[in-house]
């Protein structure tokens, strides 16, 4: 999956008119427009920038396969770029390491000894015992634990996704039990009623069959049903012309199906489970079509896939609504450790999120249109490290900004010491400022010896500049 953010090099050269060719500065502002959701993602892009410039290394990636670029094999390569891309990449390395330190000592300050912090996860993509220069191993490191870290990133997403309609089941349970018979009985009935509105909805298409790309060819591109093209509808969706359909090209296909099945405007129809199910399309498709596993789908699988009897074959698609996602055992299950934890928080003073109880009350169901109340653990805890990174980043900005500051401060002092003759300012070594000399004072009236010591001059002179 790194190559999401590698695809900027690894494609190959792309033959189109001169004046629809993407620039370069173009293709590097798309590849800064990805998100990956890595806390060192800037330092990703920033080095597959760098490694960009280089003909010689963008060469080696267009004809290394996915393993190599995966494991981290590729990066033995570094040695044929030029003194100039190396040196840019060490330059990057040492602000990487700083903000790392930075980091570290954030993360150590709140944990305020109760948290053991494991450095080893956050130092991992670089080889912190050479702090000075970009090498092999930088690379190696850099590129394989951005494709464990993608990985686990879309298994926890499967994992929180199942929790959430865990969650939602539970609530609503628990809702029901507060109810007398009566208003039970329509609560139910109710239930039951938005489950089979959700449910009526047009046919899906099979993602990636030829009912499925007619429908987008015809309804959203304005083309004639008649004369659908494989090639032709290629190129009209590969968007940045790089001759490969990425994960975010291919989601667009499918949200013709998925507004055929969710309405944010409709209450049964619920968003989460709307972006879970264009994962699930997606990853159905690249395991049908990505034959290298690049995450990537070439003009070459893509044609391939058109030609196979199964293309012709509508089988439909079976949707979030048709699969039991947990079983009652599982449900059970997660249940007890949701109580377990909910007794550890009432046993520490807090008063746990989400279950009704007598000292929270009841908690509201519903947030807004259809978005249903996610109590969680695991996703209160996401919100809290997702607030803290960016308290933590804006520390780090703050600091930067600061270095910025006194940077600038220092070079007009510089500049008002040659226009002065470098008579009145002069520089610490630590980058302190030394004040001018003070201005002389007019001649005071002579005092009595006994008098004590002469009075002091202003401390701040109105033509001292300010430092």
């Given at each position: 999956?790194?190559?999401?953010?590698?695809?900027?090099?690894?494609?190959?050269?792309?033959?189109?008119?001169?004046?629809?060719?993407?620039?370069?500065?173009?293709?590097?502002?798309?590849?800064?427009?990805?998100?990956?959701?890595?806390?060192?993602?800037?330092?990703?892009?920033?080095?597959?920038?760098?490694?960009?410039?280089?003909?010689?290394?963008?060469?080696?990636?267009?004809?290394?396969?996915?393993?190599?670029?995966?494991?981290?094999?590729?990066?033995?390569?570094?040695?044929?770029?030029?003194?100039?891309?190396?040196?840019?990449?060490?330059?990057?390395?040492?602000?990487?390491?700083?903000?790392?330190?930075?980091?570290?000592?954030?993360?150590?300050?709140?944990?305020?000894?109760?948290?053991?912090?494991?450095?080893?996860?956050?130092?991992?993509?670089?080889?912190?015992?050479?702090?000075?220069?970009?090498?092999?191993?930088?690379?190696?490191?850099?590129?394989?634990?951005?494709?464990?870290?993608?990985?686990?990133?879309?298994?926890?997403?499967?994992?929180?996704?199942?929790e959430y309609e865990m969650t939602k089941?539970?609530?609503?349970?628990?809702?029901?039990?507060?109810?007398?018979?009566?208003?039970?009985?329509?609560?139910?009935?109710?239930?039951?009623?938005?489950?089979?509105?959700?449910?009526?909805?047009?046919?899906?298409?099979?993602?990636?069959?030829?009912?499925?790309?007619?429908?987008?060819?015809?309804?959203?591109?304005?083309?004639?049903?008649?004369?659908?093209?494989?090639?032709?509808?290629?190129?009209?969706?590969?968007?940045?012309?790089?001759?490969?359909?990425?994960?975010?090209?291919?989601?667009?296909?499918?949200?013709?199906?998925?507004?055929?099945?969710?309405?944010?405007?409709?209450?049964?129809?619920?968003?989460?489970?709307?972006?879970?199910?264009?994962?699930?399309?997606?990853?159905?498709?690249?395991?049908?079509?990505?034959?290298?596993?690049?995450?990537?789908?070439?003009?070459?699988?893509?044609?391939?896939s058109t030609d196979?009897?199964?293309?012709?074959?509508?089988?439909?698609?079976?949707?979030?609504?048709?699969?039991?996602?947990?079983?009652?055992?599982?449900?059970?299950?997660?249940?007890?450790?949701?109580?377990?934890?909910?007794?550890?928080?009432?046993?520490?003073?807090?008063?746990?999120?989400?279950?009704?109880?007598?000292?929270?009350?009841?908690?509201?169901?519903?947030?807004?249109?259809?978005?249903?109340?996610?109590?969680?653990?695991?996703?209160?805890?996401?919100?809290?490290?997702?607030?803290?990174?960016?308290?933590?980043?804006?520390?780090?900005?703050?600091?930067?900004?600061?270095?910025?500051?006194?940077?600038?401060?220092?070079?007009?002092?510089?500049?008002?010491?040659?226009?002065?003759?470098?008579?009145?300012?002069?520089?610490?070594?630590?980058?302190?400022?030394?004040?001018?000399?003070?201005?002389?004072?007019?001649?005071?009236?002579?005092?009595?010896?006994?008098?004590?010591?002469?009075?002091?001059?202003?401390?701040?002179?109105?033509?001292?500049?300010?430092?």
């Amino acid at each position: 999956m790194v190559l999401l953010c590698l695809g900027t090099i690894t494609c190959p050269p792309v033959t189109k008119p001169p004046e629809t060719t993407p620039k370069p500065d173009d293709k590097a502002g798309d590849t800064e427009d990805m998100n990956f959701g890595l806390e060192y993602e800037r330092y990703l892009k920033e080095v597959v920038s760098v490694l960009e410039t280089d003909e010689m290394f963008k060469q080696k990636l267009e004809q290394a396969n996915v393993t190599d670029i995966k494991s981290g094999e590729i990066a033995r390569h570094l040695d044929l770029v030029s003194h100039n891309v190396r040196t840019k990449l060490d330059e990057l390395k040492r602000a990487e390491i700083e903000r790392l330190r930075q980091l570290v000592r954030i993360r150590m300050k709140q944990a305020q000894g109760f948290e053991k912090l494991d450095p080893a996860g956050i130092i991992g993509h670089v080889d912190h015992n050479n702090p000075h220069s970009f090498e092999i191993d930088d690379l190696a490191k850099l590129i394989k634990k951005a494709t464990d870290d993608l990985e686990d990133i879309d298994k926890k997403r499967k994992v929180e996704f199942k929790e959430y309609e865990m969650t939602k089941e539970h609530m609503r349970r628990e809702k029901m039990k507060q109810m007398d018979e009566t208003k039970r009985a329509e609560e139910q009935k109710k239930y039951e009623s938005m489950q089979a509105k959700h449910k009526d909805h047009k046919k899906i298409n099979h993602p990636g069959s030829k009912d499925q790309l007619e429908e987008v060819w015809e309804e959203e591109d304005g083309m004639d049903k008649e004369d659908f093209n494989p090639k032709t509808f290629f190129k009209m969706h590969d968007l940045d012309g790089d001759n490969f359909l990425s994960e975010d090209e291919l989601e667009a296909l499918f949200i013709k199906e998925l507004d055929k099945i969710y309405d944010p405007d409709n209450e049964e129809d619920d968003m989460v489970e709307r972006y879970e199910e264009m994962n699930r399309m997606r990853e159905h498709v690249m395991n049908e079509i990505d034959k290298d596993g690049d995450k990537l789908v070439s003009m070459d699988e893509f044609l391939k896939s058109t030609d196979g009897e199964d293309f012709d074959t509508e089988e439909g698609w079976q949707g979030l609504e048709e699969d039991d996602m947990f079983s009652e055992d599982e449900l059970q299950k997660w249940e007890e450790e949701y109580e377990r934890q909910r007794a550890d928080e009432l046993h520490a003073g807090n008063v746990p999120h989400g279950v009704p109880n007598d000292q929270a009350g009841v908690h509201e169901m519903n947030q807004g249109r259809g978005a249903p109340a996610v109590p969680e653990r695991a996703e209160q805890q996401y919100e809290q490290q997702q607030k803290q990174m960016k308290e933590q980043e804006e520390m780090l900005k703050n600091i930067q900004v600061q270095q910025q500051q006194l940077q600038q401060q220092q070079a007009q002092l510089q500049q008002q010491q040659q226009q002065q003759g470098g008579d009145q300012l002069k520089f610490k070594p630590q980058g302190q400022v030394t004040p001018p000399k003070q201005p002389q004072q007019p001649p005071q009236p002579a005092q009595n010896q006994d008098a004590g010591p002469p009075s002091m001059p202003p401390k701040n002179p109105q033509n001292m500049p300010p430092i």
